[in-house]
């Protein structure tokens, strides 16, 4: 391989690593100025039978069963983490320890002590990138409401409105999966998709929830096994509701839940400033609602913008004005923000340190439910 080249290994094969694959494989051919090419050298899993067809089906050179073997590797440079949240801790410091760039799905761990021992480890390795997997930071739209808000265009920020709208469980039937146990995915509703909205809140307004006070719960308890006769023990939450308070004088909702029958990944930001508003939902993932008091009165409202213009976050590489992008570009994003990073040695966004302050929060809201009071959100150790 020349210095030119970097090759990555993935460990996971499901959802999120179809969609990773998919953003190796066009990094290259979207970002023709990269000065990288990206080898997708090895994919990792546990069951041979199944690693083996999604390593060819995805087009990966090799495939492992044990995620050591990729840490271990020489002719890997960066490791790709797309498991259960119990394992991104021991995987993504082993990894680093090891010399190699890692991309870590979210949420970043599965409690604050794994994001803590995950952003140390990074820390301890400064020419190394580790970045977590919030990859809604990169829908177009998404950036191009952050840059609204640093150019001053909503002024002070009162209200955040946050929502993450999902129905796959409303089904009481719905089998059960990893994502229903504590003890693999840490949370339910709160982590795999209330961490989104957290994420999104800080990045888009540049403000961080400093406390909280909220609610989960639990609708059904007991789930279908997919393979066999039984059911499996449902020991997270279904839904999370909870208020914030700001650092930056703003108040915040956040609500996260799979039991919204209808709403199918609707994640929805609603910003209200002295001088406008706007509402994003990934369900219409190229537009914007805009409400700009700079306009004369009697013209004013909610107008759509079509994040669609060369000139708009992320869209220089893609297609004229109008033709709009889905789910899948922002992971190819992520993929080349994350190559930048490793190549202009610029600090990953967002940093394993971003992921420790979603888990922070995640953390303070469960210590609300359980004790019913505000919680403050816990500080970074001096
Ligand atoms: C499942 O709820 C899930 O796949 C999340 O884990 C992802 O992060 C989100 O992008 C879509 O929904």
Redesign the pocket.
């Known amino acids: 391989m020349g210095a030119s080249t970097l090759r990555v290994g993935m460990i996971g094969y499901a959802?999120?690593g179809q969609a990773h694959s998919a953003a190796w494989r066009e990094v290259n051919p979207v970002y023709a100025d990269l000065p990288v090419t990206v080898e997708m050298t090895a994919l990792c899993g546990r069951s041979r039978d199944k690693v083996e067809a999604a390593a060819r089906q995805y087009g990966w050179s090799r495939y492992e069963t044990d995620w050591r073997a990729i840490v271990a590797a020489d002719d890997i440079d960066i490791v790709d983490i797309g498991t259960p949240g119990h394992t991104h801790a021991e995987i993504a410091v082993a990894a680093l320890r090891a010399g190699k760039h890692v991309l870590c799905?979210?949420p970043l761990a599965n409690s604050v002590a794994e994001a803590e021992a995950m952003a140390k480890a990074a820390a301890e390795a400064p020419g190394l990138t580790a970045m977590c997997g919030f990859?809604?930071r990169r829908v177009p739209a998404v950036t191009f409401l952050r840059h609204l808000v640093q150019s001053g265009r909503f002024g002070r920020i009162r209200h955040v409105r946050a929502q993450y709208l999902?129905d796959?469980l409303v089904d009481p039937d719905a089998p059960w999966t990893w994502?229903l146990a504590r003890a693999k995915a840490g949370s339910g509703?709160l982590g795999?998709?209330g961490s989104?909205i957290v994420d999104l809140v800080n990045y888009v307004t540049e403000q961080h929830v400093t406390r909280v006070v909220g609610t989960t719960r639990t609708f059904v308890a007991e789930r279908p096994l997919a393979d066999d006769d039984g059911t499996g023990e449902v020991d997270v939450d279904d839904a999370v509701s909870f208020l914030a308070d700001l650092d930056g004088g703003a108040m915040a909702t956040f609500e996260a839940t799979?039991m919204a029958t209808g709403r199918k990944?609707a994640l929805r930001l609603e910003i209200n400033g002295l001088k406008g508003s706007a509402v994003f939902d990934l369900e219409r993932p190229n537009e914007l609602d805009f409400h700009d008091t700079d306009v004369a009165t009697v013209e004013q409202g909610f107008r759509r913008i079509l994040v669609t213009e060369k000139s708009h976050p992320y869209f220089d590489v893609w297609w004229p004005p109008g033709h709009t992008i889905g789910?899948q570009q922002p992971f190819t994003h992520q993929a080349h923000d994350f190559l930048r990073s490793i190549i202009d040695g610029v600090p990953a966004s967002p940093s394993f340190a971003d992921g420790l302050r979603v888990q922070r929060v995640l953390d303070a809201v469960e210590k609300s439910a359980a004790s019913g009071g505000w919680v403050e959100v816990g500080e970074e150790k001096k």
């Open positions: 959802f999120m799905e979210k990859t809604y999902q796959w994502r509703a795999d998709i989104h799979r990944n789910y």
